[in-house]
T-cell receptor, first 112, second 114 residues
Framework: SQTIHQWPATLVQPVGSPLSLECTVE??????LYWYRQAAGRGLQLLFYSVGIGQISSEVPQNLSASRPQDRQFILSSKKLLLSDSGFYLC???????????FGPGTRLLVL | GNSVTQMEGPVTLSEEAFLTINCTYT??????LFWYVQYPGEGLQLLLK?????DKGSNKGFEATYRKETTSFHLEKGSVQVSDSAVYFC?????????????FGSGTRLQVQP
């Protein structure tokens, strides 16, 4: 069966510090991978998606970037965090173009 | 473009009450429709799905029917429990978006009181 992992679970970072969040998927090959952000009490905002190694599409221009160095690894990064980067970051995967997405447990980021 | 509209929350019910959370959508083509549930502090879990008109998705006592004529996918449960308290998201996936991503509604918080 497929499993998706995210870490860390919680992160508190000062403004201006770098960020690296990692997501890995097990039990499937060549998945589509996604990063979403959920602000407190709000819906989900798609940040990035990837259909293959090294292929990244950005949905919202911002302070963040994403990379996919391996088939089942997806990394969200920032060089300098802003207060507005605080939120709950969710990674997800899917195998078909219009199919269901399956979410990881999320990383809660607080920028102070 | 594609969009999903959900009823505003919170929805507060007593245990064993009947639940309906309304969801309507706008999409080109023939989208797949989903309901996700998010428990406090956790990620989203797929609750049920329907891929074509008149399909009924069901899971854990929850049901939703894909109604193309009314562009709706309302979530229902006959008897809610305290453990159903969570935020529920309606979503659609349309292959013609070109970005293979889900379009989510804003979420509806359900609070079930004992």
């Amino acid at each position: 069966s497929q499993t998706i992992h995210q870490w860390p679970a919680t992160l508190v970072q000062p403004v201006g510090s770098p960020l690296s969040l990692e997501c890995t998927v097990e039990g499937t090959s060549n998945p589509n991978l996604y990063w979403y952000r959920q602000a407190a009490g709000r819906g989900l905002q798609l940040l990035f998606y990837s259909v293959g190694i090294g292929q990244i599409s950005s949905e919202v221009p911002q302070n963040l970037s994403a990379s996919r160095p391996q088939d089942r690894q997806f990394i969200l990064s920032s060089k300098k965090l802003l207060l507005s980067d605080s939120g709950f970051y969710l990674c997800a995967w899917s195998v078909s173009e219009a199919g269901a997405q399956y979410f990881g447990p999320g990383t809660r980021l607080l920028v102070l | 473009g594609n969009s999903v509209t959900q009823m505003e929350g919170p929805v507060t019910l007593s245990e064993e009450a009947f639940l309906t959370i309304n969801c309507t959508y706008t999409a080109t083509g023939y989208p797949s429709l989903f309901w996700y549930v998010q428990y406090p502090g956790e990620g989203l879990q797929l609750l049920l799905k329907a891929t074509k008109a008149d399909d009924k998705g069901s899971n854990k006592g929850f049901e939703a029917t894909y109604r193309k004529e009314t562009t709706s996918f309302h979530l229902e449960k006959g008897s809610v429990q305290v453990s159903d308290s969570a935020v529920y998201f309606c979503a659609l996936s349309a292959a013609d978006t070109g970005r293979r991503a889900l379009t989510f509604g804003s979420g509806t918080r359900l609070q079930v009181q004992p």
